[in-house]
């Protein structure tokens, strides 16, 4: 992928797909200010949510522990893996040896983040998508572009074509005759999915939380295909980020009620599904947890940036994001888009390269995405945070040191003085655009006037004729000495 500048002037120049972001993206953040507006607790929801996850994060280590045990008390088997490599090694090993080719997914964020799907066909694997969303992108060759619906940048009757021409050679086809309602699309997804739920024997899944003291794996979703990922086939596998662990019980229940409100916009979520081990005789008889890391210890080694952390992929931040709206996920460049994936993805990859260095950019810092997340994240902090970083890298040597060269002018009286004479001294030679990299930045602004005289120079003029006046001086003292 190019770096975000680059890829945001492409898609930026898509109508249609302008279009169809501002519908969706306008369509969900109204229905999540109608349900988050019913609450009076909602600020006190919030807050707890961000001390639970802050709690975790800081006793990460034990909850893992603690989680490792209870799954392997119910029957499941735990894996650690340290990165997308080790993921990917284990998963396929997993799936080889239950004898099966096939495997069906129910949406994981986590297996598209190591690109697992391509690990598995590497290995004569074929991995099919479940949720109609990603059923969608993975029909059309394409990549998720939002966290929430990643074929958010489709419209219906592209939608329609895909399913026509694509849908045969991955099973059932489409009707001939399907058209673009709704229902017609979806009922053609169900007929496809149900012949696939049938007859797989191995799942794959994420999950949005991991409750530690039970080892239970809770999964939410609104169409019920992941309630048939989860009961149906013989062994299930899950992939699961080391931060979407939850203490107990009590602290999941927080957190079902910030979901789906920041999410869909619905009081309730559709389809919650938990489980925990197997159970003789009923769903799964083979359960494995792989708990990933893949750079999220450095993010928690990090102060400011470790707060990414508590995300809880509601999506409320691409939502109500004006560039995210009128650039669409695939500009980011990954799994994870929108203001979440500028602070993200930088942390778990790196700012060595240019596509991650410049998403701590991808932002107009307006913090609207800080009022509605639903753990508050000060996304802006930590994107400033970001280009502090990026900024200290040897590829930015010039803007270090245009910062080091207007501190030191800065620092001295003297120095700024002479600084400011000089050019006013020739103000009239001004340039009204910036040349080379930084004519980006004047390209949509304009410089400001420099003005004949400092202020400065200005005040020590009119204070020194001030003090000559002594008419003035003398009024001021004669009134105080009658009030006296």
Request: glycine share 10%.
């Amino acid at each position: 992928m190019p770096p975000f500048p680059e890829a945001a002037k492409s898609a930026t120049g898509d109508s249609q797909l302008r279009h169809n972001l501002r519908k969706a993206t306008r369509t969900i953040r109204d229905k999540r200010a109608g349900v988050v507006g019913e609450l009076d607790d909602w600020s006190d929801l919030r807050a707890a949510g961000k001390a639970i996850k802050d709690r975790t994060l800081r006793h990460l280590d034990g909850y893992l522990e603690q989680l490792e045990e209870a799954v392997t008390a119910a029957g499941g088997r735990v894996h650690w893996a340290a990165d997308a490599g080790e993921a990917n090694e284990i998963v396929t090993g997993l799936v080889r040896a239950t004898g099966e080719s096939d495997v069906v997914k129910v949406k994981s964020m986590a297996t598209q983040e190591i690109e697992l799907n391509e690990a598995l066909a590497q290995a004569g694997i074929t991995a099919y998508e479940t949720d109609l969303a990603e059923l969608i992108v993975q029909l059309s060759d394409d990549l998720p572009s939002h966290i929430l619906v990643p074929a958010i940048h489709r419209n219906r009757a592209e939608i329609r074509e895909i399913f026509r021409d694509r849908m045969a050679a991955w099973g059932v086809p489409a009707p001939e005759a399907l058209s673009d309602d709704p229902r017609a699309l979806a009922e053609a997804a169900r007929v496809h999915l149900r012949e696939r739920f049938l007859r797989t024997k191995v799942a794959i899944s994420g999950a949005n939380f991991a409750v530690a003291d039970t080892g239970t794996m809770v999964v939410l979703e609104s169409e019920g295909n992941g309630r048939m990922c989860l009961t149906l086939p013989e062994t299930l596998i899950s992939v699961v980020g080391i931060e979407k662990i939850v203490p107990t019980w009590s602290d999941l229940e927080v957190f079902l009620q910030l979901l789906p409100r920041s999410s869909t916009g619905e009081r309730m979520n559709p389809y919650t599904s938990t489980w925990s081990g197997v159970t003789p005789g009923d769903g799964p008889q083979e359960f494995h947890l792989v708990l990933l890391d893949n750079g999220r210890s450095d993010v928690l080694a990090d102060e400011v940036g470790r707060q990414a952390l508590r995300c809880i992929r509601c999506s409320a931040c691409l939502n109500i994001c004006p560039v995210y709206e009128r650039a669409g996920g695939h500009a980011y460049g990954s799994v994870y888009p929108g203001p979440i994936g500028a602070i993200l993805t930088p942390q778990l990859r790196g700012t060595a390269s240019e596509p991650e260095a410049s998403l701590p950019y991808a932002s107009s810092l307006c913090g609207a995405c800080y009022e509605v997340c639903p753990v508050a994240i000060d996304i802006p902090e930590v994107l400033v945070h970001l280009r502090e970083e990026v900024a200290s890298s040897a590829g930015h040597r010039a803007e270090k040191a245009a910062m080091g060269a207007a501190g030191w002018v800065l620092g001295g009286e003297r120095r700024l003085g002479a600084v400011q004479r000089a050019t006013s001294a020739v103000r009239s030679l001004a340039p009204r655009r910036m040349p080379g990299p930084a004519a980006a930045w004047t390209d949509t602004r304009d410089i400001p006037d420099i003005p004949a005289e400092s202020f400065r120079s200005w005040w020590r003029r009119e204070g020194a004729a001030e003090d000559a006046d002594g008419g003035a001086g003398g009024e001021r003292g004669g009134q105080e000495g009658g009030r006296r």
